[in-house]
Structures are given as C-alpha cells and as structure tokens.
C-alpha cells in the first residue's frame, strides 16, 4: 500500500450566490459549487519527492488540505499512512509535517526556542530526539543563529528554516510543503532545497507546491500537473522537457543579415545585440534545413542551440490547457 492513496477524491465548495436584490439574498439562501477536485485517482509511495504543480485554481491546495486532514473529500476515499485524514485529525498530525510558505506555525512573539519546546511537550518527543534533532537542525539550516529572537523579528529566509525545524522536529516520515521557497533570496533557496533533498535522502516522502519550477525541478523526479481540478500529467520534469520539440537557436551573422528567409517551423523571435533568436520546432524543421536557408542568404559568424527553459515550456502547457 502506498503512503498515500487516493480513489476517485472529489470536492467541491458552497458559495453563497449573490443575488441581485438585497431583499432575495435575505430571504434566499442559495448556493454555487466550485468543483475544485474532480476524481482524482493517486498513489505515492514512501521515500517518493512528487512536486504538484498548476496553474492558479488548480486545485493543489484543496488536494493538499485534503491529505493533511483539514478539508473531508466531497466524495471518494483517500487514505494516509492508511487512515482517513479528516477522520483520524490527530494520529495523522502525528506522522507529519506541514510548511505552508505563506503562513507560519511559530509563535509570533515568541523566541523560536518556544516554539520547538512548546512543540516537544505536544509532540511527546523524548529529550534523546529532540537534542539529536535540533543538532542535525543547527548544523544544516544553522537554526541556533536566531535561537533566542521572537519570530517577529526573523528575516523570511530564518523563518522559512525555523517553519522546516517545527515541521520535522517529531521524526514525520511525510512531509508536505507549499511555496516553501516563496520570496527567499537566492542563498537561502537553495539552503532550503539541499535541505529537503538531503532529509528525502533520509526515507522522508515529500509532497511539494511552488510556482517556482525549479524547486520542483531540483527536489521532485515526479511530477503531477493539476488543471481544472484533475491530474493532466504524472511523470518527471525531464520527461516533459524530452517531449518538448522546440529550441533555440542563437545566431550571430558575419554583418548586417540582407534578409532572413521564412522557414515553416521556425520563426525569428528576438534579437539581443549581435545575436539573433530562432525558435525552431524539430519536428516541423530540422537543423541542416535551418543552417541551408538562413546560412546561404547570410554569413553566419557563430551559432548555438538551447533547450527551451522549463519555466517556458510549463507555461506554454498551463497556456494550452494541456489535457
Ligand atoms: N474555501 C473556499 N471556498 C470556495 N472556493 C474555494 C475555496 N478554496 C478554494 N476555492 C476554489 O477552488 C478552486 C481551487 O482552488 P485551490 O486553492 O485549490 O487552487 P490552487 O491550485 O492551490 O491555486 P493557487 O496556485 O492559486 O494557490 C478555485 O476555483 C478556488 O477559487
């Protein structure tokens, strides 16, 4: 059985409709439903990275609130460590951690040592893990720096490490993370992602949101692509850059090009200086015919080839409505 599983989940929310007197919205209390899962069939194994990405409204976080216990599934059945998140709130707490970048879990005015033993009492965790934890904590997010600052006063980046030592200071084996690297600065990103990716070295199974790709990229070999409430895609990030035909040629010509030919499959999409930007799609155009055409019209002084970035190529797919 797999970590987590999910059959045929659903869910949906009621909103209040908004009449257009204010006498029927008294007197009418009528409903839309918002359909933001729909059926969703899903299994995650233990020490699996999977990052869920989507469009704004997919439905991500109504899946993830779903897993962690806060939302019950409109219909169908999902299953944590074997138990029914919604129904057994407190003993799936226990085998997890949760880090929602936008919100935190420390006590505001609270130094974060608090925090962590406030968490120790909740958690019961014998002395022996908690000193080893907090060790492990120190040595790869360098936690003891702002030990004794009330959380307020914490940069983001400080915040983000404090929010990860909470999370995982009970030994969870599944650890849940959304936009954990929102708004860091270059430095603490990639403490942040080494970090995770050295604890799912450790066995923990890691179910991550961003809208930031290269987090998936760097932590998920699997990828879930969520659109209008369903998984459109399950696979890794290198998959969809190998399905992706199209990329980039930058070109610097001898001088001034006299014209550039028009080429099915290619088009010209940018200039930088010297350097010409093609777009060519492999299957529609190859490289010999490009260099042909564009080459025998011109002098070409240097050419280079570049994979599309994958910020681009999931863009394009959120784009397309990918199905
Ligand atoms: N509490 C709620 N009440 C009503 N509708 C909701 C509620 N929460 C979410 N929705 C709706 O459900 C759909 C899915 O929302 P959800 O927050 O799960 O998407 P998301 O993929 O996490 O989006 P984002 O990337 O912007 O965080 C959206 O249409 C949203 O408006």
Same mark, same amino acid.
């Given at each position: ?7 045929? #989940?659903?869910?949906?929310?009621? #909103? ?5 007197? =204010?006498?029927?919205?008294?007197? =009418? ?19 699996? +990275? ?21 939302? $019950?599934? *409109?219909?169908?059945? !999902? ?18 951690? #949760? ?13 974060? %040592?608090?925090? !962590? ?10 002395? +022996? ?7 492990? @904590?120190?040595? *790869? ?10 959380v307020r006063q914490l940069s ?8 990860? +030592? ?82 980039? /040629? ?17 088009? !010209? #999409?940018?200039?930088?200086?010297? *350097? ?13 015919? @490009?260099?042909? +055409? ?15 970035? /994958? ?8 784009? %397309?409505?990918? $199905?």
């Open positions: 059985m797999g970590i987590i599983e999910l059959y045929d #989940v659903k869910k949906s929310y009621k #909103v209040a409709k908004r009449e257009r007197s =204010f006498l029927k919205q008294l007197l =009418f209390h009528r409903y839309d439903e918002i359909v933001a899962v729909q059926g969703i069939n899903l299994q995650i194994e233990v020490g699996e +990275a999977v990052g869920i990405i989507g469009p704004n409204g997919a439905g991500k976080s109504t899946l993830i609130k779903m897993m962690v216990g806060i939302l $019950q599934p *409109t219909a169908g059945t !999902l299953y944590v460590n074997s138990k029914v998140p919604y129904k057994h709130r407190k003993q799936n707490a226990k085998n997890i951690g #949760v880090v929602f970048g936008q919100r935190t879990q420390l006590w505001w005015d609270l130094p974060l %040592e608090d925090t !962590l033993k406030l968490h120790r009492e909740m958690y019961e965790i014998p002395d +022996a893990i908690y000193k080893r934890n907090i060790e492990k @904590f120190d040595k *790869t997010l360098g936690i003891c720096s702002f030990w004794h600052q009330p983001l980046g400080q915040r983000m490490k404090a929010d990860l +030592a909470v999370a995982l200071l009970h030994d969870p084996k599944l650890l849940f993370l959304d936009e954990p690297t929102i708004g860091l600065d270059v430095m603490a990103k990639k403490q942040v992602r080494d970090f995770l990716k050295s604890i799912n070295g450790d066995n923990v199974t890691i179910i991550l949101t961003s809208h930031d790709l290269k987090d998936i990229e760097e932590i998920c070999p699997r990828v879930i692509m969520v659109n209008h409430g369903s998984i459109v895609i399950d696979t890794s990030l290198s998959e969809i850059k190998a399905k992706v035909s199209e990329q980039k /040629i930058l070109v610097t010509f001898a001088e001034q090009p006299k014209s550039i030919p028009v080429l099915e499959g290619c088009k !010209l #999409v940018s200039q930088e200086g010297d *350097t010409f930007i093609f777009q060519m799609d492999s299957l529609k155009c190859s490289f010999t015919d @490009f260099f042909a +055409a564009v080459g025998s019209k011109n002098g070409i002084e240097n050419i280079s080839v570049q994979s599309i970035d /994958i910020d681009e190529i999931v863009r394009k797919m959120y784009a %397309e409505d990918v $199905q």
